[in-house]
C-alpha cells in the first residue's frame, strides 16, 4: 500500500510503497476514503523539518532539553547516534480520516466490514491507504454524512474540546482568536450552542468565511472593530469565554483576550499561541485560563487509546471516542457545517505536490482533503432534477375579475427591497389599488401602510389568503419563507409574485410545483427583472438572431455585505449567490434562448467569489462570475455576448453596444446603441407586465418552466461547489 511520509532531517516527503499493516485484536483495518491535512500542525511540521539544525533545536526546545538529558546520562557520541538515527528516518503524517472497515479484529462487534467510520490519531489516522485503528479512535459514519465531510471528525473533536473546556452556557459571547480550521469549527459549535461569537483574524476571507459560518462579527485582531463589535454585544462588560485558536510566535493573542474579557472569564488555550501571560491584566480580572488538550480525555492514555478501557460515562461524559461520534451527529444533522471550509480536494497519488503549493503559499487553504484511489469510481456524478411543470389536462384559467375593476394586490414583507425598488412603482401606477401589507411585526405594517397607501396592515396571513378580493399575492420576504408563502398563496387561488429565489431546496421547488398541480395555479413570477431593462432590451434586438454557438461572459462585482446582514445567515437563508445567482442566470438564459443543461461551479478559499459556467443545448456557454473582492467604485455588472462574428457589450444597465460584421469585401463596421441614462434593471417593465396579466388574465411574463430551469441551476451551483465537478440539469418535463 502507499503512505505519506517526511524525513524530518532532510525535509523529504514522499509517498511511499509499505507493508498493509495486520489487523491485531481491538481493532480494525480501515481502507481510507478521504484524509484530512491539518493546516495548522501538519504544516508547522512539514515547515519545521525544513529548517536547519540550528533552526529545528529553535522550534522545539523541549527536545533540545531531552538531548541534553541524553547526553548526561549517554555521553555525546552515543546520544549523536541516536538522535541523527531517529532524524534520519520516515515518519508518518496525517491524524483525522474518513474509510470504510475491510477486516474487524476480535473482540471488536459494534462494526462490520463494509461500514463507514471516522478515525483519529497520529499513530492511526494517517495518510494511507489502509490503517490499523484500535476501538476507542474509531466512530460510526452517521447515514447520509458524506465521506469527506466525515473525514473531519477528528479536528472537530479537538474544536469541540476546546468549547467543552470553555463552559459556555446560552446568551453568553465569546471570542475566537484565529480562524483557521479549528477556529472556524469553534465558531460553529459556539453559534450552535447559542453563544454568540466575536471573530478575529489578520485574514479578511478567513472573517467573511467566519462571518458566513454564524459569527456576528469578525475583524483583524488589531482592528477598533472587534473592540467595538465585543462592546455592543457585552454593554461593555467583555466577552465570557476567550478561545485561542491562533499559532504563531506573536504575543497579541493573549493580550487581546485579557483587554476583551470580562472579569473572571475564562480563556481557553486551543492552538499552539505564544502564552506569556501579561501577569497584571489576568490578575485584576482574575482571569481563569485553562488548556484543551487535543481530541478530549482517552487522549494520550495508552490504555484508553490502545487497550480499548473506555472510562464510565457516569465519570467521563465526553470522552474522545464520544466527542468524535458527537461531531459526526452535528455535521449529519447539519447544525456544523464544514464543506465550506474545504478549499481544495487532492488526489492521494498527488500528495507531495500538495504540501509542496501549501508550504510555499501558492494554495491558500483552510482545509484540504486527499481522495483516495476508487473514490472517483465510485462517486456517482451530482444531478439536480428540473421538475415537470404539471397542469390540468383542461388547461389552466385565470380567476375571473370584474371588468374595469383595480387589480388588488396584498404584500407579505415590507423591507428594503419591497419599499425601495417595487412598492413606489406600484403605488404610482393607474388602476392598482394596494389592498393589505402583511408583515411580522404590527409597527413595520402600519410604517408600510402610511408611506404607500395600503387600505389594510396586518400580521395575519390566513385572513389575507382568505379575501377574495385580493388578485395578486408579493412575497417579499426572507429567502428561508419564499417556497412555503408561494405554495399557500397558490393553493389559495392568488396569482403571486414573489423575489428570488423561489427556492432553496429542490423539495422546496417541487412543493411549489406540488401546489401548481394540485391548484391547477400556474400564476407565478420570479422577479427575475434583468430580462425587462429596456436598454438591454433594445440590445437584444439590434443583435439579432443568431444560427451558431453563443459565447456569454458575465461579470457580477457584488461587493462585501455589511456585518450583520441576514444574508449572511447561510444556515437559514442559503448561500448569497442562492439569493441572488438566480438574476443572472435568468437573464444569459432569456440571452441565449434555452434553459442550461449542466452547471460547474469553482470557488477560491475563503471567500464567495464563484466562477459558474453553464452549458447550453446548442453547445453555448454562459460563465457567471460572482466576486466579492473586487473594488467598490467598479461597475457592478458587466456582460459580453458572442456569436455569429457580433459582439454584445452591457455596462452595468446604464450603456449598451452591438458590434457586428456589415457590408461587403471584409468591411467591418459597428454600430452602438449607446443611451446613456438612468440605471434602469427593468423592475418598472417587470411590474407592468406582471399586472397587464392579471388584469388581462394573459400568460404570465415569463414562463413557468423558465423559472423551474433557472432555480434549479441555481440550486446546482451549491451541489457543484460540493462535489467538484459539473452538474447535470436533469430534465423531468
Not at 8 to 25: F, H, I, N, Q
Not at 248 to 254: A, K, M, W
Not at 277 to 290: I, M, S
Amino acid at each position: 500500500m502507499k503512505q505519506v511520509v517526511q524525513n524530518y532531517k532532510t525535509g523529504e516527503l514522499a509517498v511511499l510503497d509499505v507493508p498493509v499493516p495486520g489487523c491485531k485484536p481491538g481493532g480494525v483495518l480501515v481502507r481510507t476514503a478521504y484524509s484530512l491535512i491539518s493546516t495548522g500542525t501538519e504544516l508547522m511540521k512539514v515547515s519545521e523539518a525544513g529548517m536547519s539544525m540550528l533552526g529545528k533545536a529553535r522550534s522545539r526546545p523541549d527536545q533540545v532539553a531531552k538531548v541534553m538529558q541524553s547526553v548526561a546520562v549517554n555521553g555525546v557520541p552515543a546520544t549523536y547516534r541516536k538522535v541523527m538515527g531517529k532524524l534520519d528516518s520516515y515518519t508518518p503524517l496525517g491524524y483525522s480520516l474518513c474509510g470504510v472497515v475491510e477486516q474487524v479484529g476480535a473482540g471488536i462487534d459494534d462494526v462490520a466490514v463494509g461500514d463507514v467510520v471516522a478515525c483519529a490519531g497520529n499513530e492511526h489516522a494517517l495518510h494511507a491507504e489502509l490503517n490499523w485503528v484500535p476501538n476507542n479512535l474509531y466512530a460510526r459514519v452517521p447515514d447520509g454524512l458524506a465521506p469527506r465531510h466525515a473525514a473531519f471528525g477528528t479536528v472537530g473533536s479537538i474544536a469541540m474540546q476546546g468549547v467543552r473546556q470553555g463552559e459556555p452556557q446560552l446568551g453568553e459571547v465569546a471570542l475566537v482568536i484565529g480562524l483557521g480550521l479549528i477556529g472556524q469549527l469553534v465558531v460553529q459549535l459556539l453559534t450552535a450552542s447559542g453563544v454568540r461569537v466575536v471573530g478575529a483574524d489578520p485574514d479578511p476571507a478567513r472573517c467573511e468565511l467566519a462571518e458566513r459560518l454564524g459569527a456576528a462579527a469578525c475583524g483583524d485582531p488589531g482592528s477598533a472593530a472587534v473592540e467595538a463589535a465585543v462592546a455592543e454585544l457585552t454593554d461593555g462588560h467583555g466577552v465570557d469565554q476567550v478561545y485561542l485558536a491562533a499559532g504563531g510566535g506573536s504575543n497579541q493573542p493573549v493580550e487581546l483576550a485579557a483587554h476583551l474579557c470580562r472579569d473572571r472569564g475564562r480563556v481557553v488555550d486551543i492552538g499552539k499561541c505564544r502564552l506569556d501571560l501579561p501577569w497584571n491584566a489576568y490578575y485584576e480580572k482574575e482571569l481563569d485560563v485553562r488548556f484543551s488538550r487535543s481530541y478530549g480525555p482517552g487522549r494520550y492514555d495508552p490504555e484508553y487509546e490502545l487497550e480499548g478501557r473506555d472510562y464510565p460515562i457516569g465519570y467521563v461524559r465526553w470522552t474522545e471516542r464520544r466527542n468524535l461520534a458527537c461531531f459526526l451527529d452535528l455535521v449529519a444533522r447539519g447544525k456544523v457545517d464544514v464543506d465550506p471550509l474545504v478549499s481544495h480536494i487532492a488526489d492521494f497519488d498527488d500528495a507531495v505536490e500538495t504540501y509542496r503549493s501549501l508550504k510555499e503559499g501558492e494554495l491558500k487553504a483552510v482545509a484540504v482533503l486527499f481522495r483516495y484511489p476508487g473514490q472517483e469510481r465510485e462517486a456517482q456524478p451530482p444531478v439536480v432534477s428540473v421538475p415537470a411543470v404539471r397542469r390540468p389536462a383542461e388547461g389552466v384559467s385565470a380567476p375571473s375579475r370584474a371588468a374595469g375593476s383595480p387589480v388588488r394586490l396584498a404584500f407579505v414583507g415590507a423591507g428594503n427591497y419591497a419599499t425601495s425598488m417595487l412598492l413606489p412603482h406600484l403605488s404610482e401606477r393607474d388602476g392598482v389599488e394596494l389592498a393589505t401589507v402583511v408583515t411580522t411585526t404590527a409597527l413595520s405594517a402600519a410604517n408600510a401602510q402610511r408611506k404607500f397607501g395600503f387600505a389594510e396592515a396586518t400580521t395575519d396571513l390566513d385572513a389575507v389568503l382568505g379575501d377574495k378580493s385580493v388578485d395578486a399575492v408579493f412575497v417579499v420576504t426572507r429567502h428561508s419563507s419564499h417556497a412555503e408563502l408561494t405554495r399557500q398563496a397558490l393553493l389559495a387561488g392568488k396569482a403571486v409574485f414573489v423575489e428570488k429565489p423561489l427556492a432553496l431546496t429542490e423539495d422546496e421547488l417541487a412543493g411549489v410545483l406540488a401546489a401548481v398541480e394540485e391548484s391547477g395555479n400556474d400564476r407565478l413570477q420570479v422577479g427575475f427583472n434583468r430580462r425587462f431593462s429596456p436598454l438591454l432590451q433594445e440590445a437584444r434586438k439590434r443583435f439579432g438572431a443568431r444560427t451558431g454557438p453563443a459565447s456569454l461572459r458575465y461579470l457580477v462585482n457584488a461587493g462585501r455585505l455589511q456585518h450583520g446582514s441576514w444574508y449572511l445567515q447561510q444556515g437559514t437563508e442559503g448561500s448569497r449567490f442562492a439569493g441572488e445567482g438566480g438574476h443572472f442566470i435568468d437573464t444569459a438564459s432569456w440571452l441565449l434562448g434555452a434553459d442550461p443543461v449542466s452547471v460547474y461551479a469553482t470557488a477560491p478559499s475563503g471567500n464567495e467569489d464563484l466562477q459558474v459556467v453553464l452549458r447550453y443545448p446548442d453547445g453555448s456557454t454562459a460563465t457567471i462570475s460572482y466576486v466579492t473582492t473586487g473594488a467598490p467604485g467598479f461597475p457592478k455588472e458587466t456582460l459580453d455576448l458572442v456569436a455569429d462574428g457580433k459582439v454584445l457589450r452591457l455596462d452595468d444597465f446604464v450603456r449598451a453596444s452591438v458590434y457586428f460584421e456589415k457590408g461587403t469585401a471584409g468591411r467591418k463596421k459597428w454600430v452602438s446603441s449607446r443611451l446613456p441614462q438612468a440605471r434602469d434593471k427593468g423592475q418598472l417593465a417587470e411590474l407592468a407586465a406582471f399586472v397587464r396579466a392579471v388584469r388581462t388574465g394573459g400568460p404570465m411574463p415569463v414562463p413557468l418552466e423558465s423559472l423551474v430551469a433557472t432555480t434549479a441551476a441555481t440550486l446546482a451551483v451549491q451541489a457543484g461547489l460540493a462535489g467538484g465537478v459539473p452538474v447535470t440539469l436533469a430534465d423531468g418535463r
